[in-house]
């Protein structure tokens, strides 16, 4: 047990040092690419523990995701995250070490494809929680907003667009090996045509038939 322990504060020691003397954004940025997060802000500035990056585009997979926020990296031993800064209104991303993501948007309107994003859900072994989706286009057909309730493997959903009501339900597809890759399947019937849902939870896709 005293060997246990003596090797984590090493560690912990290892990544102290790491943090106070290395160039901590290169460090963070490479792994953010190598999951194929872009992340291109205007300004960089580094604390002992902390990334500000002042007015940041997003990118993951080639998709502009978020667009000049304000985005705070932080790295701790249980958990890394960023905390995004859009109008005045606090939204974070977590990323724990031991397992899962928690996403926190509220009321964030520094989307590239939805007015507002607000919500909050866990992807562990599934996806729990709800995610709120507001005005946004679909083929050309306005979406007034979209709300999910995630439930580990499956999810139901709700929304309205041009004032017809679009409910239904999907699966969850979990990625054990890239839980930011889980792909979600979901399909509706409205009034004069049918709503689908695919892709992964970071990139979903929106499709009319």
Known sequence: MKKI???ILATLFGLFIMLAFLPKFLIID???????VFILPETISEGLLTINLKKSDVYYQDK????????????LPLSQGLTLICNAKKSEIIHKTFGGFVFNFDN???SSDFENVSGKFEIKDGINGKLKLENFNVQGRNVEFLEFT??????????SSQGINVS??????????NPLNSKINGTASAVGFNFVISGTITNPQFNMQ
């Open 168 to 177: 239904g339900n999907g699966i969850v597809s979990f990625d054990e090996k």
């Open 108 to 110: 964030f309107k520094c």
């Open 150 to 159: 995630f439930k580990g493997k499956t999810f139901e959903f709700r929304g």
């Open 64 to 75: 502009q995701l978020i667009k000049k926020a304000d985005i705070n990296l932080y790295v």
């Open 5 to 7: 322990l003596l090797g």
């Open 30 to 36: 490479n792994f953010l690419m190598k999951n194929k």
